[in-house]
């Protein structure tokens, strides 16, 4: 199996920068395409940005021009750069990883989320 962990999330004033982290690990053959989502309360999980496995990138139209989406495949590391940051992208972040695991086929994989908490 592979885990996800996140870290990097806390509190920060609106307009500030977190960069949250996600470290994969165990027995992975292969990641293709990873992730970040955030959930709050009663919304639906919603996708911030993706990364292929040679850096393409793709962003919510919400947060273009604001966060970057990174990855070291050496390290099964994931990141996001958050800059400017406004009160409502408070939510729980979470880190996925389309993997392949010895003895297994193609899954996601999910970690167990960051708080990111934007307050004045």
């Known amino acids: 199996q592979a885990q996800l962990v996140e870290s990097g999330g806390g509190l920060v004033q609106p307009g500030g920068s977190l960069r949250l982290s996600c470290a994969a690990s165990?027995?992975?053959?292969?990641?293709?395409?990873m992730g970040w989502y955030r959930h709050t309360p009663g919304k639906a999980r919603e996708l911030v940005a993706t990364i292929t496995k040679i850096g393409a990138t793709n962003y919510a139209d919400s947060v273009k021009g604001r966060f970057t989406i990174s990855r070291v495949n050496a390290k099964n590391t994931l990141y996001l750069q958050m800059n400017s940051l406004k009160v409502e992208e408070t939510a729980v972040y979470y880190c996925?990883?389309?993997?392949?695991?010895?003895?297994?086929?193609?899954?996601?994989?999910w970690g167990q989320g960051t708080q990111v908490t934007v307050s004045s």
């Open positions: 165990g027995s992975i053959f292969s990641i293709s395409n």
């Open positions: 996925k990883a389309h993997a392949v695991v010895v003895g297994t086929g193609w899954t996601d994989y």
